[in-house]
């Protein structure tokens, strides 16, 4: 390469994130909420369907933006009455109720929060958004076999003219608009192939804590909402609280890690649905029906390939990595580094830019929460919009398939499908 070129693009590359940053930075989070926040009437209610452990965290920020005159909790959802009492108690005794259409129906009710198992994330957001009520839902959008109900999720937040944010909290960084502007101004040349990666040590985060290991189904747990559309099946204290360990309620590190990982480059990238997927894996180490190790491959049209990587035996990390034809865009996993590194280059020659620029947000779920509040006021798509988290949700859930069933999964672009 010309030492003309390597000026050129150094001068490009340095010029480009200093512009780029500045911009995807300049405006704080919840500007336009704080502006248009007055009194007390005037506040977002939230409803909250589902109030277990994830749910606790979302209300302990929905209590924080109270405080500043931002939001209302009005109302809370459980089918399990202790944790449904306790959660009241959290919030103000906020109005208890133990069937999700009960609260759609509270007129206090503006905006709901679901946090359940994944096999009932559909079924409850379509009915919220044909409540006409805008909809934060926690990863992933749906259930690994619910692709079709992804669909109509999109089909419901467009036709009602509705709000979906998922809570993918990696999403929250404030400065992937720079990234993407890098990536569109050919900084990295045209990407090829990207990895990504979820290293955990232990299944704690799929062993979830058991409560009351003498509960029974009755008045206080009602088992057959909890199976829904699922399996029939004799009530278990285990399937009931540790529900990310069975293929009935969730899918495993796909659906519930490698999202976090993955969400981030497919934004970035601005990808659509894959061509072809495969997945791999198995339950190597714990007892349990999900696999402790995943794998996925997912292949798109015209590029880039992508693999994302998981396993829940050694906590050693892996960067992920986006390669261009003439460079890469890197970052570790959060706590093992502090941003994005974008190094440019050409023809096989030695690294020509070295570039950081520092997180801003990401793995911050109250920032997540923030972008979307603004959202609700500008009508702008939220930072995991609908249409991300579907086509997001199409290769994890081909994965799953794929492992599965032994086979390579195909998308049939006509049909929007799985074959």
């Not at 970035?268 to 894996?281: A, Q, S, T």
């Amino acid at each position: 390469m010309s030492t003309k070129r390597k000026t050129d693009r150094r001068s490009f590359l340095k010029t480009s994130v200093g512009a780029s940053a500045a911009a995807a930075g300049a405006i704080p989070l919840t500007h336009i909420m704080a502006e248009t926040a007055k009194g007390a009437n005037d506040r977002i209610g939230i409803g909250f369907i589902g109030t277990g452990g994830r749910s606790g965290a979302h209300q302990g920020i929905v209590k924080n933006f109270q405080t500043q005159g931002l939001v209302q909790p009005v109302a809370v959802c459980d089918i399990y009455r202790p944790r449904l009492e306790a959660a009241s108690a959290r919030l103000g005794n906020a109005t208890m109720y133990d069937e999700h259409e009960q609260l759609l129906d509270d007129p206090n009710v503006d905006v709901v929060c679901i946090a359940t198992p994944d096999a009932h994330h559909a079924p409850q957001a379509i009915d919220a958004l044909n409540a006409k009520k805008d909809v934060y839902c926690e990863k992933p959008l749906t259930h690994w076999n619910q692709f079709e109900l992804a669909k109509q999720i999109d089909k419901a937040a467009k036709e009602n003219e509705c709000l979906v944010q998922v809570g993918t909290q990696y999403m929250a960084d404030e400065n992937y608009a720079a990234i993407r502007k890098l990536i569109a101004d050919g900084a990295i040349g045209k990407p090829v192939h990207a990895q990504c990666a979820y290293m955990r040590r232990g299944d704690w985060g799929e062993r979830m804590t058991i409560p009351d290991p003498n509960a029974t189904p009755g008045p206080d747990l009602n088992w057959e909402r909890f199976l829904g559309n699922s399996p029939k099946v004799p009530f278990s204290v285990s399937r009931f609280f540790q529900w990310r360990l069975f293929w009935d309620y969730a899918g495993g590190p796909a659906t519930d890690l490698l999202v976090h990982s993955y969400t981030p480059v497919f934004a970035i990238l601005g990808l659509d649905f894959p061509k072809r997927v495969f997945g791999g894996g198995g339950t190597f180490q714990y007892n349990r029906e999900v696999p402790d190790q995943c794998n996925i491959i997912a292949d798109y049209p015209g590029g880039p390939s992508i693999i994302l990587v998981n396993t829940l035996s050694n906590h050693v990390p892996m960067d992920t990595v986006i390669r261009g034809t003439e460079g890469i865009i890197s970052w570790p996993m959060i706590g093992q580094g502090s941003g994005f590194r974008i190094v440019s280059f050409a023809n096989g020659s030695r690294e020509q830019t070295d570039v950081t620029i520092p997180y801003n947000g990401m793995g911050d779920t109250s920032k997540l929460w923030a972008n979307f509040l603004d959202c609700i006021v500008t009508r702008e798509q939220p930072a995991c919009s609908i249409d991300i988290a579907l086509r997001v949700q199409a290769p994890l859930s081909m994965g799953v398939i794929s492992h599965r069933e032994n086979k390579v999964v195909q998308f049939d672009y006509d049909n929007q499908s799985f074959v």
